[in-house]
């Protein structure tokens, strides 16, 4: 056979199943594959009312396509994991006190990030959650790295699930009364009540819309049970992939391999903020991370590119992939829309995307290149939508 013909009669890998699969199918949710799972995109109300539901009440979210994993000090000690890693993160692991989390990335030798994620101090161990299409990789690299003095445990028996929104504390509440005092990034073990049942919970006040609420890691034989009473308040939905991905390009989140990848740093990618002043030059603790050289110096002299968020003067949105051109008429592209699509909140299009850093000043005029038209793009500050994070 030719090579293509092998390669098309190859045997795709099975898709996986997350814990709540039956009960998506149950309630009419429309499965596609996702980072190697099968996944709900969106329910029968649809994105649009999902996305609009969500930022005036609460939404449910099936996150368990992502990876958890423990890291625990074969010393016994927080303070060594939180060492550990940051062999591996630009960001200060060590300042995060038990009970809060902070986002980070794993970088690479040239700078480029290799995944983000969010880490939790739980007292004993670090817990962390990476993404689901890099969690397989993103284990195997704390392997090689950390092996010799940590333990690396991945938790393949918990869900993940996100309660987004601004009823979403009072709604979990309900059922775990402690959350209500929790801050934004606070993270750690909660009791939450179902029918007199007590399920063990990790939670965090965080999550990928802009909103209050929480993430909930839960055992994966008590998740279905968790998600059914938390759905049975009149205050939520069952949200897919669609409006979380309009939720969080309203909210100017980066999406892994598609706004940062391999081959952008934390400067270029607008992630400076991220990286704490300890691991900067001048700091307690500076570099020691995989592109130091290259990263710090980007945070001294500043970055070719960098990541800006992008309104249309029209109402046509404008899609991942697009070329930007600095006017009407040149040929000389200059940069990449990396996300795009309609705001629902905004009732307008918006994108996100790379320019040279000259052009990435706000209200600065672009054009992109859409099935042969050049339509203006201003440029526009991130969030297009205000967060409603409690701090």
């Keep these: 056979m030719l090579a293509a013909e092998r390669e098309s009669s190859a045997v795709e890998p099975a898709l996986k199943r997350v814990p709540l699969h039956d009960l998506h199918v149950?309630?009419?949710?429309?499965?596609?594959?996702?980072?190697?799972?099968?996944?709900?995109?969106?329910?029968?109300?649809?994105?649009?009312k999902e996305h609009l539901h969500t930022r005036a009440s609460a939404g449910l979210f099936d996150v368990s396509h992502m990876g958890q994993i423990a890291l625990t000090a074969k010393s016994g000690k927080v303070e060594d994991a939180a060492?550990?890693?940051?062999?591996?993160?630009?960001?200060?692991i060590l300042g995060i006190v038990p009970g809060r989390q902070r986002y980070a990335q794993f970088t690479n030798e040239s700078g480029g990030i290799l995944d983000d994620?969010?880490?939790?101090?739980?007292?004993?161990?670090?817990?962390?959650?990476?993404?689901?299409?890099?969690?397989?990789e993103d284990e195997a690299h704390l392997r090689k790295h950390l092996s010799d003095v940590c333990i690396i445990a991945p938790l393949p028996d918990r869900a993940l699930i996100a309660l987004q929104g601004p009823k979403a504390a009072e709604v979990l509440a309900k059922h775990a009364p402690t959350v209500?005092?929790?801050?934004?990034?606070?993270?750690?073990?909660?009791?939450?009540?179902i029918s007199g049942q007590v399920i063990d919970c990790f939670v965090s006040r965080s999550g990928y819309t802009g909103e209050d609420g929480f993430e909930i890691s839960?055992?994966?034989?008590?998740?279905?049970?968790?998600?059914?009473?938390?759905?049975?308040?009149?205050?939520?939905?069952?949200?897919?992939?669609?409006?979380?991905?309009?939720?969080?390009?309203?909210?100017?989140?980066?999406?892994?391999?598609h706004d940062i990848d391999t081959t952008t740093t934390p400067v270029e990618g607008a992630l400076e903020w991220s990286v704490q002043k300890s691991r900067r030059t001048g700091g307690a603790r500076p570099g020691g991370f995989p592109g130091?050289?290259?990263?710090?110096?980007?945070?001294?002299?500043?970055?070719?590119?960098?990541?800006?968020?992008?309104?249309?003067?029209?109402?046509?949105?404008?899609?991942?992939h697009a070329a930007l051109y600095a006017d009407e008429t040149s040929n000389e592209k200059i940069g990449t829309v990396t996300s795009g699509g309609f705001g629902p909140t905004l009732n307008a299009p918006v994108a996100m995307g790379y320019l040279p850093t000259a052009l990435s000043k706000d209200g600065t005029i672009v054009f992109a290149d859409v099935r042969g038209q050049r339509l203006p793009l201003r440029t526009a500050p991130m969030p297009f939508v205000p967060n409603g994070y409690k701090r």
């Design 26 to 48: 149950a309630r009419g949710g429309k499965i596609v594959p996702f980072a190697g799972y099968e996944m709900p995109v969106q329910y029968a109300a649809g994105v649009l």
């Design 218 to 257: 839960v055992p994966a034989k008590d998740a279905e049970r968790l998600a059914t009473a938390l759905l049975a308040d009149p205050a939520v939905l069952p949200i897919g992939l669609g409006a979380r991905d309009s939720l969080r390009l309203e909210a100017g989140l980066c999406l892994y391999g």
């Design 117 to 136: 994620l969010m880490v939790a101090n739980f007292g004993d161990h670090l817990f962390l959650v990476v993404n689901a299409a890099c969690k397989i």
């Design 83 to 92: 060492r550990a890693l940051e062999r591996l993160v630009p960001q200060d």
């Design 292 to 320: 130091a050289d290259i990263i710090l110096k980007q945070f001294d002299t500043g970055a070719a590119r960098r990541r800006v968020g992008l309104r249309a003067e029209g109402r046509a949105p404008v899609r991942e």
């Design 180 to 193: 209500a005092a929790m801050r934004f990034m606070d993270a750690g073990p909660h009791k939450v009540q």
